[in-house]
Nanobody
Framework: QVRLVESGGGFVQAGDSLRLSCAAS????????MGWFRQAPGSEREFVAA????????QYADSAKGRFTISRDNAKNTVYLQMDSLKPEDTAVYYC????????????????WGQGTQVTVSS
């Protein structure tokens, strides 16, 4: 069992930046592929970014390309999502996910979820 805890969300203005963190309870996060998803009110949970175990491979949703950066520090048991040039449409609850598979790019591929952190971007 892996417990994931997100932090770093908040209320910001359009154009601002935020860095989300996802801390894992076990010191074996390096054995999991990790990802970030988000869910806006009235919408389904959607993929944002994914990173392989080694951090050599990263993937992004089109909406995140060029603005968001996913990274991981296996020694600190933490995954990050740096979000720059935030837009009002980025407003959502952001969730961290872990997968024992090669990638976590879909909701169904996640084995573990965090509780989420709210990001609100005002225009």
């Amino acid at each position: 069992q892996v417990r994931l805890v997100e932090s770093g969300g908040g209320f910001v203005q359009a154009g601002d930046s935020l860095r989300l963190s996802c801390a894992a309870s076990r010191r074996t996060i390096g054995t999991y592929a990790m990802g970030w998803f988000r869910q806006a009110p009235g919408s389904e949970r959607e993929f944002v970014a994914a990173i392989s175990r080694s951090a050599l491979s990263k993937q992004y949703a089109d909406s995140a390309k060029g603005r968001f950066t996913i990274s991981r520090d296996n020694a600190k048991n933490t995954v990050y999502l740096q979000m720059d040039s935030l837009k009002p449409e980025d407003t959502a609850v952001y969730y961290c996910a872990a997968s024992a598979g090669d990638y976590v790019r879909t909701v169904g591929s996640a084995d573990y979820w965090g509780q989420g952190t709210q990001v609100t971007v005002s225009s």
